[in-house]
Structure formats: structure tokens, C-alpha cells
């Protein structure tokens, strides 16, 4: 049982919108920042989103985050093939005094 | 281009310590935290635990009995040892860089990752 609760798939076709959800607490997404990673099997996981909703150089603009409260949330727009992956959130815990992950994410391009 | 790489054994027994390294190369180990994370079979991204180099550390609270990451600042490397390993510990072990600070999460490089398997 990840602190962090993400559905365990999400699935879109080329050009739809898809959102991921990332629930916490008070004490890891309401009062740190939120973090999303895209991981392919085999391949390291790549930063996709920093500090709630800034994208790292290279990532395309297509993916954007944002945060509410103890929820955060990763959307996809103009969804493609290449796009499917695993997705992660990640936030420091407080309360643990350590990185939580969310269990993951399957994203299917139909 | 910074990049990491992890080594060491791919098998280790049961009730054995579990030792990798990560060598850092296009950035200094003295900046930054740097971090051990894993991936169990079938499963999501764990949080083992990080390091700075004025010898901080901070560990995953559920192995912290059995988790020491440490670095060679001279080989510009860091180190994780779990002991007393079980099949549980089976994973692809990954380092990576934290650029954002003691409480943060903001892994902006990362190693290709290591399989290690637990098994006699």
C-alpha cells in the first residue's frame, strides 16, 4: 500500500487528453512539492514534472501538472503512441521524514 | 552530461549484505544529495534512502535497520549496503540525483539501474 494512491491504468487514443491522479495527506502533497516521473521498462525513470508543475527542458509541453490541496494531478494532451509508460508522483512525507512514491500508473494508447 | 552508474554483484544470498556502488561522472558528488532507490519485480519505485556530503544521511524509516549508504569523495562515488537481505530485497536498484534539497524528491539524473536477485 503506496502513501501515495494513483489508479493502477489509465488509458487514452492519439490526440485525446488523459489525466493521472496522485492522492495524499497534509503531510507529503499539501505541504511539499509534487514531483512526476515517466519510466519505460528497462530504462531509467525520467523527470517529467518539478516542484507541482515546471517542466524540465526537453519535455514537451503537452505534459503539465498541477496541485490542490493533498491531490496532484499529470496530464497528457495530444496523447501518442511514445506516450505509454508507467507514471509515478513522488513527494517528501513529513510525518516519515522520507520520499514517498504512488504506486504507479499504466498509461495505454489504444 | 552528468551521468551515473551502478555496480556490483547481480546475486546475493539470503541473509548476506547486498553492496553497490554509483560512480558519478560530469558533476561533483559534494553537491547535491544523491539517492538509492529500487524497483521490486512487478512493483512501483522505493525510496531507500540519500546522502550529502557533510555526511548526512537520511533512510526509508522500514529499512533503516539495515540500510548504509555512504560515499568516496576522492572516486566521486557513493555506496549502499543492505544487510541480512531476503528475497524481498529483489530489485532493480537505481542512483540517482536529487537536486532540490534535503526534502525533495527532484530526481533530474539517474543511473540505467542494476538488477540485484536474492537467492541461495
Known amino acids: 500500500q503506496s502513501v501515495l494512491t494513483q489508479p493502477p491504468s489509465a488509458s487514452g487514443t492519439p490526440g485525446q487528453r488523459v489525466t493521472i491522479s496522485c492522492s495524499g495527506s497534509s503531510s507529503n502533497i499539501e505541504s511539499n512539492y509534487i514531483y512526476w516521473y515517466q519510466h519505460l521498462p528497462g530504462t531509467a525513470p525520467k523527470l517529467l514534472i518539478y516542484t507541482n508543475n515546471q517542466r524540465p527542458s526537453g519535455v514537451p509541453d503537452r505534459f503539465s501538472g498541477s496541485k490542490s490541496g493533498t491531490s496532484a494531478s499529470l496530464a497528457i494532451s495530444g496523447l501518442r503512441s511514445e506516450d505509454e509508460a508507467d507514471y509515478y508522483c513522488?513527494?517528501?512525507?513529513?510525518?516519515?521524514?522520507?520520499?514517498?512514491f504512488g504506486g504507479g500508473t499504466k498509461l495505454t494508447v489504444l | 552530461q552528468v551521468q551515473l552508474q551502478e555496480s556490483g554483484p547481480g546475486l546475493v544470498k539470503p541473509s548476506e549484505t547486498l553492496s553497490l556502488t554509483c560512480t558519478v561522472s560530469?558533476?561533483?558528488?559534494?553537491?547535491?544529495?544523491w539517492s538509492w532507490i529500487r524497483q521490486p519485480p512487478g512493483k512501483g519505485l522505493e525510496w531507500i534512502g540519500h546522502?550529502?556530503?557533510?555526511?548526512?544521511?537520511k533512510y526509508n524509516p522500514s529499512l533503516k535497520s539495515r540500510v548504509t549508504i555512504s560515499a568516496d569523495m576522492a572516486k566521486n562515488q557513493f555506496s549502499l549496503k543492505l544487510n541480512s537481505v531476503t528475497a524481498a530485497d529483489t530489485a532493480v536498484y537505481y542512483c540517482a540525483r536529487d537536486r532540490g534539497g534535503y526534502s525533495s524528491s527532484w530526481y533530474d539524473c539517474w543511473g540505467r539501474g542494476t538488477l540485484v536477485t536474492v537467492s541461495s
Open positions: 560530469g558533476d561533483s558528488i559534494s553537491s547535491f544529495y
Open positions: 513522488a513527494a517528501w512525507d513529513d510525518r516519515l521524514s522520507g520520499v514517498v
Open positions: 546522502f550529502f556530503y557533510s555526511g548526512s544521511t
